[in-house]
């Protein structure tokens, strides 16, 4: 059985930081390429960033300049670090995870919420 388990959101005042972790099961971790995607409310999910099997990152928009994914393929987790959070920061973060040998399996999280706010 496949499980992707999100932790370590929360509230945080703007400015401040946030780790988020993503522990993988049922899944063989090293040839998936792991992500992060969030969705605010109203709004359609959107990638936040990707990690590739070696280690490549990739990130929407600007927002390499405040967070950072990595990956531990010894524990089966990828992390997202979230730094200089903003109000518009705030939505449910989901891990993701796509087979790169076959692209149409695709495991998602359940999701943890983040809120940005003083």
């Known amino acids: 059985q496949v499980q992707l388990v999100e932790s370590g959101g929360g509230l945080v005042q703007p400015g401040g930081s946030l780790r988020l972790s993503c522990a993988a099961s049922?899944?063989?971790?090293?040839?998936?390429?792991m992500g992060w995607y969030r969705q605010a409310p109203g709004k359609q999910r959107e990638l936040v960033a990707s990690i590739r099997v070696g280690g490549s990152a990739s990130y929407a928009g600007s927002l390499q300049d405040r967070f950072t994914i990595s990956r531990d393929n010894t524990e089966n987790t990828v992390t997202l670090q979230m730094s200089g959070l903003k109000p518009e920061d705030t939505a449910v973060y989901y891990c993701?995870?796509?087979?790169?040998?076959?692209?149409?399996?695709?495991?998602w999280g359940q999701g943890t919420q983040v809120t940005v706010s003083s």
């Open positions: 993701n995870a796509v087979n790169s040998l076959q692209t149409t399996v695709v495991h």
């Open positions: 049922g899944i063989i971790f090293t040839i998936y390429k």
